[in-house]
Structures are given as structure tokens and as C-alpha cells.
């Protein structure tokens, strides 16, 4: 096996479909691979879904591995991706959920930054309703009411993983709207968040 993975032996057996070779490549890098991540995401629970997000992506894509000649820096390569891509989801998650939240009148006394920040909430608002209802309904929940994926998924009887689906491409909508309609510079921004942040 161990020949197999480094020259690449393995991913073409698990390219043609070999359940027998995923499962050979799953035992042999799970231990480091669930090490690596946790270094990184310094959680249990979002080590464990990147690891199960990245089999499962190796394998619906399999027919990518012909090609590959280190199955390991591939297998590593699409766990950190994934991890990343969660990493600035969470980013842009607490960002709406700090603009979306009700404020006091920290802005009492500088007009000009109260106008930027209630534009852009603005276009937060209509980034929301460019969603399909019941995507509007999981981020509305998630980023306004401030609920957890198993709340949200027990308050409107769907399961957790759909509500994850849904709420990651709704909080990608948004931050696309964002950027496309925002007349929002980085210093302005920067501005905003260090102004939530009093």
C-alpha cells in the first residue's frame, strides 16, 4: 500500500472507482491529516467536518486523481482549502452579525460615519432579499436572532446539514451583493468595524 501511495498507484485505482483503494487511502492518512487540521482549527468538531468534507469531496471528484502524482500533498492540499474556505465564511458571518446588530447611539456624535453605516446596512438588507425565501429565512435566523445551526434546524424542522448548505450560499450571495454594489472603500470598512468594536 505504501508504494501505492506514493507513486501514485492508488489514486488511479481510486480514480477508476476502487471503494477498496479510497478506503486503504482513508486509514493511511486520517491520524495525520485530523492532527493537521486541528493544529489549524484548534476544534474538534470543525476538525472532524473538515475531514469528513474532504473525503467526501476526493471522492465525488475521483476521476481528478488520474492525473495526480502525490496523493498525500493532494489529500492535504483539499483539506486546507476547505478549511480556508471555512475559515472566511466565519469571517464573513460575524461581520454581517456585527452590522446586522441592533446599535446604541454610539454614533451620536459623528453624523458622517452613522450615514455609512446605515447605507451600508442598506445594502446588507437588500443583499438578504435577493435571497429565495427559505435561505433568507436560515441567514435572517443565523445572523439576526443569533441562533445555532441545530436551533435553526430544529425551529424550522430541516436538518442540520441542509441548514449549513443553505446558510453558507446565502452568506455567499450576500457578501457577492456586497461587493458588487458597495460603494464602500477598505479604509471606510475598516472604519465601520473599529467603530463596532467601541
Known amino acids: 500500500m505504501t508504494g501505492d ?4 498507484g492508488l489514486a488511479e485505482r481510486i480514480a477508476n472507482g476502487d471503494r477498496e483503494a479510497f478506503a486503504d487511502m482513508y486509514n493511511a492518512y486520517l491520524k495525520n491529516l485530523y492532527r493537521y487540521i486541528f493544529l489549524i482549527a484548534g476544534s474538534h468538531e470543525t476538525s472532524e467536518e473538515i ?22 500533498s493532494y489529500v492535504f ?28 447611539e454610539i454614533y451620536s ?34 445572523t439576526k ?3 445555532s445551526l441545530d436551533e435553526i434546524a430544529e ?4 436538518s442540520k446539514s441542509v441548514v449549513k448548505k443553505q446558510l453558507y450560499r446565502g452568506l455567499d450571495t450576500v457578501r457577492e451583493y456586497i461587493k458588487k454594489h458597495g460603494e464602500l472603500t ?9 467603530l463596532n468594536n467601541l
Not at 501511495?5 to 501514485?8: A, D
Open 5 to 8: 501511495i506514493t507513486n501514485g
Open 51 to 72: 475531514i469528513q468534507s474532504t473525503f467526501v469531496k476526493i471522492w465525488e471528484n475521483r476521476e481528478r486523481l488520474a492525473g495526480v502524482v502525490s496523493l498525500k
Open 77 to 104: 492540499r483539499t483539506a486546507k482549502n476547505l478549511l480556508f474556505d471555512q475559515i472566511r465564511r466565519s469571517q464573513v458571518e460575524s461581520r454581517i452579525l456585527e452590522l446586522v446588530t441592533p446599535q446604541t
Open 109 to 142: 456624535d459623528n453624523s458622517d460615519s452613522k450615514i455609512i453605516y446605515n447605507q451600508y446596512l442598506s445594502i446588507i438588507e437588500d443583499a438578504f432579499n435577493q435571497l429565495p425565501n427559505k435561505r433568507r429565512q436560515i441567514v435572517e435566523l443565523r
Open 145 to 147: 436572532e443569533d441562533l
Open 155 to 158: 425551529t424550522l424542522k430541516i
Open 186 to 194: 477598505i479604509s471606510i470598512l475598516l472604519l465601520i468595524c473599529k
